[in-house]
């Protein structure tokens, strides 16, 4: 095997990888609160927010045409359909921790999880 | 190094092919956007054994060609933003000559992703992304080292071939 770490590389390569683990650990402890409500923004602007609580599909319409949808289920989002090619949102798993999002890239639509107080306002809007 | 248009041609040619290869495999992490990054073998090896600049073009013009035949204007856009910052961190990286190829290709796997996710946050308008920021880049550590190991085990092979 010609594969043969120096100090140098085990440093580098260490440190690196203690920091990401650092990060993962800190991040999987901060979004460990289950989410309220989901915020579907388009083109960064805010297209609606839904409860969870509430069994829905959301359709999100671009233009003229439904692009997505996104359909809330035993209190997680997930993306039903997309129109673009590369389908990755669809292939995520559905959301409901705050912060989680799925993010369908060709049509700029963003799910995201958000926390409790702002959802009962919405909801009745 | 003799014709080494034919060579360039080849590698190019090699690196669209990983692209492709890389578009058939299934490989949802459920995160998006996580990829083996095959092509990058292309990318270290050449970045070893033939040079920068070469490395360099056939880089950008495999994420051109395969963006147009493989994926869509935006995914040319992230592959860019990707390609473009890991491969300036390995040639970076190499300059300093203190860094084995693996661990090279690890940090360009991960700066891969970096690149991407800015790309993405800016495109969409939301920051929240940087959320699967840690996932993403252990994603890339682990697909780096992989991917340098390969590169390793090619340029070791390569040498004699490349150099008549």
Redesign the interface.
């Known amino acids: 095997m010609a594969v043969q770490f120096q100090k140098n590389d085990k440093l580098l390569l260490g440190t690196v990888l203690l920091v990401l683990l650092a990060g993962m650990a800190w991040f999987s402890f901060l979004g460990r609160e289950t989410g309220a409500s989901v915020k579907v923004t388009v083109n960064g602007q805010l297209y609606g927010t839904y409860s969870l609580k509430q069994d829905q599909e959301i359709k999100i319409i671009i233009g003229e045409k439904v692009t997505n949808v996104l359909r809330i289920q035993d209190q997680k989002a997930d993306m039903l359909t997309a129109d673009c090619p590369d389908k990755l949102c669809m292939h995520q798993k559905a959301i409901y921790r705050q912060n989680e999002t799925i993010v369908c890239l060709p049509n700029k639509v963003v799910a995201e999880i958000i926390g409790g107080e702002e959802a009962e306002l919405d909801s009745i809007t | 190094m003799k014709r080494k248009t034919a060579y360039l041609g080849m590698f190019l040619a090699l690196a669209l092919i990983c692209s492709y290869v890389e578009s058939l495999i299934p490989f949802?992490f459920?995160?998006?956007?996580v990829k083996l990054g095959l092509t990058n073998i292309v990318v270290v090896v050449m970045l070893y054994e033939i040079g920068a600049k070469e490395a360099f073009c056939i880089s950008m013009l495999r994420i051109l060609l395969a963006g147009f035949l493989f994926?869509?204007p935006?995914?040319i856009l992230?592959s860019l933003s990707g390609g473009l910052l890991s491969f300036f961190v390995m040639l970076a990286l190499k300059h300093t000559k203190?860094?084995?190829i693996?661990?090279i290709s690890?940090?360009g796997g991960?700066f891969h992703n970096i690149g991407q996710l800015c790309a993405?946050s800016v495109?969409?308008?939301?920051y929240?992304?940087f959320?699967?920021?840690?996932?993403l880049?252990?994603a890339g550590?682990i697909t780096g080292f992989l991917i340098?190991?390969l590169a390793?085990?090619m340029t070791?092979r390569l040498k004699g071939l490349l150099h008549k």
């Open positions: 949802y459920g995160i998006p956007g994926g869509n935006f995914s992230y203190k860094f084995q693996v661990t690890v940090m991960i993405a495109v969409v308008e939301n929240n992304l959320y699967y920021a840690p996932m880049l252990i550590f340098g190991i390793v085990e070791a």
